[in-house]
């Protein structure tokens, strides 16, 4: 799944105008703008783009591209750990399991911490909520 997700966009949307329609394509290194079946594509987000007010933005979407890069090496190097436990004997069939479930894990939490990061650059801030009655 995360070899995927690096690959195939994570937002995309369409506009029908008079003139066609319109398609955009986000991804996690990749943008593509489809306007009237002509299909430009270029890397995301640019540099001209994280030189303005949204440096946040940029620096947390390439966060999580580079993170989503890692937990795919993660995930390679479990699936490596698991034939290299099944395939010794039994003292690292024994022993393994704890080696593979704490890169499982971590591979995991990398996951969700790359995704509620999309979601939170996603979403717009919550105003905080007052508790209490002011006298």
């Not at 593979?100 to 717009?124: E, K, N, R, T």
């Amino acid at each position: 799944m995360s070899i995927i997700a690096i690959f195939i966009p994570w937002i995309s949307w369409s506009v029908s105008t008079p003139s066609g329609p319109i398609n955009k394509t986000i991804g996690l290194h990749r943008t593509c703008s489809s306007i009237n079946g002509e299909s430009i594509c270029h890397y995301y987000p640019q540099k001209e783009d994280c030189h303005t007010s949204d440096r946040y933005f940029c620096s947390m979407w390439r966060s999580v591209g580079f993170m989503m890069s890692f937990t795919a090496v993660m995930e390679l190097a479990t699936l490596v750990a698991y034939v290299v436990m099944i395939a010794g004997g039994r003292e690292k069939r024994e022993k393994g399991w704890k080696v593979l479930v704490f890169m499982l894990v971590l591979v995991g939490v990398l996951q969700c911490a790359c995704m509620s990061i999309v979601v939170c650059l996603a979403l717009p801030p919550i105003p905080p909520i007052r508790i209490g009655i002011d006298i």
